[in-house]
C-alpha cells in the first residue's frame, strides 16, 4: 500500500511540474509586461526621502534624478547603475529634464531657480532665476527650448497667477511668459515640437509653439487638480491624471483639438502622480500612490465603456511613485519612488520581434560596459 502512494505521490508531482512549467512557457511567450532591471539609492535619506523625477537621455544610455529631501541632482549609467556624478540643489529638486543634443540637464528646485548641468561633467553652466516655485519644466524634443512652469503664488491683491517661461537654450534668454492662472504640474512638449501642453490646477492648456498663443483649453464641469499630462505620440490625443476633493487616481483622455474628453475611468481610486505613453503608440502607463504600474492597450480605453476598459499589466513596484519615463523607442522605463529609489525597468511588449531585439540592444550594451 505504501509503494502505490509513493508512486501515486510521484505521478502528481511530475503532473505537476509538468502543468506548471507549461502554464510558465505560455506567459513567457510574447505576454505584455514590465521586468526589473536594477534598483538604486538616489535620496540617501531612504524612507524619509523621496525621488521626484527621473528621465532618460535621448540616446538612453544615462539618467538623471532629482530629489526631494536630500536635494541631490544624479547622473546614472543606464546599462548598469553606476553614478556618473552627483551635485546639489539648495532645495528640493521637483524636476529634472534633458536638453535633446544631451549636452545639458536642467533642474527645476524650490528655492525658485533652475540649474543648468553640463550632462557630461555635472558642472554648473546657468543658473535661471524665477519668482516662484517651480514644478514643471520640460525641453523641446529637436530644438533648444527649455520651458518652465511656476506654482501660483498670490502677489498683491490680485488672485494666484502660475506662469510657463519660455527660454532659448543655451543662451540662458527669457523668449516669452505666458500666464496659465494656476499652478502649473507638467510640462510637454508634442512628438513634433508644435505645440506645447501645461497640465495644472484646474484646468490643461495646449500652446501653439510658433507664436505661443493658446490653442486650446481643457477643462471639466468640475474642479480636478491635474497632477501629470502627455500627448499621443501622434498628436492627437492627451491623457491626464488628476483628483477632485472626493476622488483620486482620475484617468482623462481627450481628442485635444476638438475639445471632446472620450474617456474618464480610475482604476485605484489612489492619486496618480504621472502618467507616461509608450513611443510606439499603443500603451499608455500610470503610476502614483497604489504600489502598482499600470498599463493599458489604447485601443481597448478607445473601445470599451469607461466602467469595462481592462487593465493590460500591472507590475508591484513597491513604495509610491512620483513619475514614470519611457526611453525614446520604448525598451525602458524608469520609475522615480518616495522611498528613496530609482529602479529600471525591461519593455516586454507583444511583439515577438520587437522583443528579441531589446534583448540584443541589452547584451550589446552590457558588452559596450564590460570593455571599458
Same mark, same amino acid.
Given at each position: 500500500?505504501?509503494?502505490?502512494?509513493?508512486?501515486?505521490?510521484?505521478?502528481?508531482?511530475?503532473?505537476?511540474?509538468?502543468?506548471?512549467?507549461?502554464?510558465?512557457?505560455?506567459?513567457?511567450?510574447?505576454?505584455?509586461?514590465?521586468?526589473?532591471?536594477?534598483?538604486?539609492?538616489?535620496?540617501?535619506?531612504?524612507?524619509?526621502?523621496?525621488?521626484?523625477?527621473?528621465?532618460?537621455?535621448?540616446?538612453?544610455?544615462?539618467?538623471?534624478?532629482?530629489?526631494?529631501?536630500?536635494?541631490?541632482?544624479?547622473?546614472?549609467?543606464?546599462?548598469?547603475?553606476?553614478?556618473?556624478?552627483?551635485?546639489?540643489?539648495?532645495?528640493?529638486?521637483? /524636476?529634472?529634464?534633458?536638453?535633446?543634443?544631451?549636452?545639458?540637464?536642467?533642474?527645476?528646485?524650490?528655492?525658485?531657480?533652475?540649474?543648468?548641468?553640463?550632462?557630461?561633467?555635472?558642472?554648473?553652466?546657468?543658473? %535661471?532665476?524665477?519668482?516662484?516655485?517651480?514644478?514643471?519644466?520640460?525641453?523641446?524634443?529637436?530644438?533648444?527650448?527649455?520651458?518652465?512652469?511656476?506654482?501660483?503664488?498670490?502677489?498683491?491683491?490680485?488672485?494666484?497667477?502660475?506662469?510657463? /517661461?519660455?527660454?532659448?537654450?543655451?543662451?540662458?534668454?527669457?523668449?516669452?511668459?505666458?500666464?496659465?492662472?494656476?499652478?502649473?504640474?507638467?510640462?510637454?512638449?508634442?512628438?513634433?515640437?508644435?505645440?506645447?501642453?501645461?497640465?495644472?490646477?484646474?484646468?490643461?492648456?495646449?500652446?501653439?509653439?510658433?507664436?505661443?498663443?493658446?490653442?486650446?483649453?481643457?477643462?471639466?464641469?468640475?474642479?480636478?487638480?491635474?497632477?501629470?499630462?502627455?500627448?499621443?505620440?501622434?498628436?492627437?490625443?492627451?491623457?491626464?491624471?488628476?483628483?477632485?476633493?472626493?476622488?483620486?487616481?482620475?484617468?482623462?483622455?481627450?481628442?485635444?483639438?476638438?475639445?471632446?474628453?472620450?474617456?474618464?475611468?480610475?482604476?485605484?481610486?489612489?492619486?496618480?502622480?504621472?502618467?507616461?505613453?509608450?513611443?510606439?503608440?499603443?500603451?499608455?502607463?500610470?503610476?502614483?500612490?497604489?504600489?502598482?504600474?499600470?498599463?493599458?492597450?489604447?485601443?481597448?480605453? %478607445?473601445?470599451?465603456?469607461?466602467?469595462?476598459?481592462?487593465?493590460?499589466?500591472?507590475?508591484?513596484?513597491?513604495?509610491?511613485?512620483?513619475?514614470?519615463?519611457?526611453?525614446?523607442?520604448?525598451?525602458?522605463?524608469?520609475?522615480?519612488?518616495?522611498?528613496?529609489?530609482?529602479?529600471?525597468?525591461?519593455?516586454?511588449?507583444?511583439?515577438?520581434?520587437?522583443?528579441?531585439?531589446?534583448?540584443?540592444?541589452?547584451?550589446?550594451?552590457?558588452?559596450?560596459?564590460?570593455?571599458?
Amino acid at each position: 500500500m505504501k509503494s502505490y502512494r509513493d508512486k501515486k505521490t510521484v505521478l502528481i508531482l511530475l503532473l505537476f511540474f509538468f502543468t506548471t512549467a507549461t502554464y510558465a512557457q505560455q506567459y513567457l511567450n510574447f505576454q505584455l509586461r514590465l521586468e526589473p532591471v536594477w534598483s538604486r539609492v538616489a535620496d540617501a535619506l531612504g524612507e524619509t526621502g523621496s525621488v521626484e523625477s527621473a528621465e532618460f537621455s535621448a540616446d538612453g544610455k544615462f539618467i538623471v534624478s532629482g530629489t526631494k529631501f536630500d536635494n541631490s541632482v544624479i547622473m546614472w549609467r543606464t546599462s548598469d547603475g553606476a553614478e556618473v556624478w552627483r551635485s546639489y540643489a539648495k532645495m528640493e529638486v521637483e /524636476r529634472v529634464g534633458w536638453s535633446a543634443d544631451g549636452k545639458w540637464v536642467a533642474a527645476a528646485s524650490e528655492d525658485r531657480v533652475v540649474t543648468v548641468f553640463d550632462a557630461k561633467t555635472g558642472a554648473v553652466f546657468k543658473v %535661471l532665476k524665477h519668482t516662484d516655485g517651480i514644478d514643471g519644466l520640460t525641453w523641446s524634443n529637436k530644438g533648444s527650448v527649455l520651458a518652465t512652469g511656476e506654482e501660483g503664488a498670490q502677489h498683491g491683491q490680485g488672485p494666484p497667477k502660475g506662469v510657463v /517661461r519660455i527660454f532659448d537654450m543655451p543662451s540662458g534668454k527669457e523668449m516669452k511668459v505666458l500666464e496659465f492662472g494656476s499652478t502649473v504640474n507638467e510640462l510637454f512638449f508634442s512628438t513634433d515640437d508644435q505645440y506645447l501642453l501645461a497640465v495644472g490646477h484646474g484646468m490643461i492648456k495646449v500652446y501653439k509653439v510658433a507664436d505661443w498663443s493658446l490653442a486650446q483649453t481643457l477643462k471639466l464641469d468640475y474642479y480636478v487638480t491635474f497632477t501629470s499630462g502627455v500627448f499621443s505620440p501622434d498628436g492627437q490625443y492627451v491623457a491626464a491624471v488628476g483628483s477632485t476633493n472626493e476622488v483620486r487616481g482620475n484617468i482623462y483622455v481627450w481628442d485635444w483639438k476638438s475639445g471632446k474628453l472620450l474617456k474618464h475611468f480610475n482604476h485605484t481610486g489612489k492619486k496618480i502622480e504621472s502618467i507616461s505613453w509608450h513611443p510606439n503608440g499603443r500603451y499608455i502607463a500610470h503610476a502614483g500612490h497604489d504600489p502598482y504600474i499600470y498599463v493599458y492597450r489604447v485601443e481597448e480605453v %478607445l473601445k470599451h465603456q469607461n466602467d469595462n476598459i481592462p487593465i493590460a499589466h500591472q507590475v508591484w513596484a513597491g513604495d509610491h511613485a512620483e513619475y514614470i519615463d519611457f526611453n525614446a523607442d520604448g525598451s525602458f522605463l524608469v520609475s522615480a519612488h518616495q522611498n528613496g529609489l530609482i529602479k529600471l525597468w525591461v519593455w516586454m511588449g507583444e511583439d515577438s520581434d520587437l522583443n528579441s531585439q531589446r534583448h540584443s540592444k541589452v547584451s550589446k550594451e552590457q558588452a559596450e560596459t564590460n570593455k571599458e
